[in-house]
Nanobody, 122 residues
């Protein structure tokens, strides 16, 4: 069993930066691919970024490429999402997800966190 707890959300202005963290319980964190997803009001949940279990492979949605960076620290059981140049359209609840040995997807994740709100004002 893996429990995921996100933190770091908040209210910021356009152009600001935030770093989200997702802390995982358990001793097998390094076996999981990790990902960040987001859901804006009235919209479906969408993929943001993912990172392989080793950290060597990353992927990003086109909408955040060049602005967001996903990383992980297996010694701390934590995955991060550095968000720069934030835009109002980045406003959403951000969720982290885990999938054993593979990149998580919306339909194929083993565990989800409870989410953290990010609001970007114009």
């Amino acid at each position: 069993q893996v429990q995921l707890v996100e933190s770091g959300g908040g209210l910021v202005q356009t152009g600001d930066s935030l770093r989200l963290s997702c802390a995982a319980s358990g001793r097998t964190f390094s076996r999981y691919g990790m990902g960040w997803f987001r859901q804006a009001p009235g919209k479906e949940r969408e993929f943001v970024a993912s990172i392989s279990w080793s950290g060597s492979i990353t992927a990003y949605a086109d909408s955040v490429k060049g602005r967001f960076t996903i990383s992980r620290d297996n010694a701390k059981n934590t995955v991060y999402l550095q968000m720069n140049s934030l835009k109002p359209e980045d406003t959403a609840v951000y969720y982290c997800a885990a999938r054993l040995f593979q990149a998580p997807t919306i339909d194929s994740s083993d565990y989800w966190g409870q989410g953290t709100q990010v609001t970007v004002s114009s």
